[in-house]
């Protein structure tokens, strides 16, 4: 994958800055994030649409009927708008989604969704901004994005269950932690907040 960062450096700046989390790097070990970058802004969106609030095994069978609708199983914004309901929801998509994924081609055709090339110049909070106007699409979704398929080195993803599970294993407590309280100690964390991110999705699995 082409990070907008050097691991090996994030790693030891956060090791550097938190002692506590150097710990969880020791227990977890190498940093090995999944490589979406080849996809386009369209496919990695599309696909997270499909994801959402449903499990990985289930998602992913519907993903692939979805893809398998597209020529090369290369999904596209205008070719999706040329397949028909029925098709998808044939395919495992809700009404829900099959309205999401309308839109979302829709955007990126017109540009509410901006271009690979576009994106590249735009900061992350921009990026989130012109996502969040695409149905379906918040800015966990738009976050996840910025992560695994840009590669941006400072998002701190402080809604997502499995974070703020590793956040609790990591630093301790009872109960889930606040946003505000992971933002806190993430300031530690900058400019790698996506590494730390990375490190407590597996704590939470320990």
């Not at 150097?22 to 940093?31: H, S």
Request: hydrophobic share 40%; glycine share 8%; charged share 25%.
């Amino acid at each position: 994958m082409s990070y907008g960062y050097d691991p090996a450096i994030a790693i030891a700046a956060l090791r550097d800055a938190d002692a506590r989390f150097a710990r969880i790097i020791e227990r977890i070990g190498p940093y090995r994030l999944h490589d979406r970058s080849a996809m386009t802004p369209f496919q990695a969106l599309l696909q997270s649409i499909i994801y959402q609030q449903l499990s990985g095994k289930a998602a992913g069978s519907i993903h692939k009927r979805v893809a398998a609708l597209f020529p090369g199983r290369r999904p596209s914004a205008k070719r999706l708008l040329t397949i028909s309901d029925e098709a998808l929801r044939g395919a495992g998509l809700s009404r829900g989604k099959v309205a999401s994924a309308r839109d979302l081609a829709r955007c990126c055709l017109d540009r509410t969704v901006p271009t690979r090339t576009q994106l590249a110049t735009m900061d992350d909070e921009t990026i989130i901004e012109h996502l969040v106007q695409v149905r379906g699409i918040g800015r966990w979704t738009a976050e996840m994005l910025l992560i695994f398929n840009l590669g941006r080195p400072d998002v701190l993803p402080v809604t997502d269950l499995g974070v703020r599970k590793g956040f609790m294993y990591a630093f301790g407590g009872k109960e889930l932690p606040e946003p505000e309280k992971m933002l806190k100690r993430g300031e530690r964390w900058r400019p790698y907040r996506s590494v730390a991110s990375w490190y407590l999705w597996r704590a939470s699995e320990l």
